[in-house]
């Protein structure tokens, strides 16, 4: 998913911001998963939960998504 086919925000996230939204959306799923015995848990949901990672805090969660997707398709995250 990107900003132009979600409709969540129709504007293109900025490189850097991208680029910043995308290392800490991997660093919250990598520590969630390594207190989880492993398992994957989507970084939106992570960000909706009560108990957010803090690395999360700065993005909203149109820039988590579009992070997330990024990732994907880099082949970091399922």
Known sequence: MN??????N???LDADRLFEAAEATFAAAARHAAS???RYTSPALLKSADNAP???DAFTLEEIIDATA???RMGFLP
């Open 3 to 8: 900003n132009r086919t979600n409709n969540l």
């Open 10 to 12: 129709p504007v293109p």
């Open 36 to 38: 989880d015995n492993g």
């Open 54 to 56: 803090p690395e999360l």
């Open 70 to 72: 990024f990732l994907a």
